[in-house]
């Protein structure tokens, strides 16, 4: 059975920073596409993040230059730091894996990002 299981999230003043974890297990890591969405209270889920199998890396404009997208093939984890973080940047955040072949999505259950003074 294929899990994704985040980690990480919680309360953080403005200008401060998270580091969130999110780690699969099924055998869907090494091939998949990883990434973070993310849903704000009353907006819709955007992608904010994603790292290929290859490595490459792309950001929402919103985030790119605070958070970075890390994968460890070894430990089945993907991270996301999250530097400087803004008030618009709480959301729930949601680790997924995505497999080309197959063209199948794979969802955690959400960590919740707050970031409030």
């Known amino acids: 059975q294929v899990t994704l299981v985040e980690s990480g999230g919680g309360l953080v003043q403005p200008g401060g920073s998270l580091r969130l974890s999110c780690v699969a297990s099924g055998g869907i890591f090494r091939g998949n596409e990883l990434g973070w969405y993310r849903q704000a209270p009353g907006k819709q889920r955007e992608l904010a993040a994603f790292i290929t199998s290859g490595g490459d890396t792309r950001y929402v404009d919103s985030v790119s230059g605070r958070f970075t997208i890390s994968r460890d093939n070894a430990k089945n984890t993907v991270f996301l730091q999250m530097n400087s973080l803004k008030p618009e940047d709480t959301a729930v955040y949601y680790c997924?894996?995505?497999?080309?072949?197959?063209?199948?999505?794979?969802w955690g259950q959400g960590t919740q990002v707050t970031v409030s003074s």
């Open positions: 997924y894996a995505f497999t080309p072949s197959t063209r199948r999505f794979y």
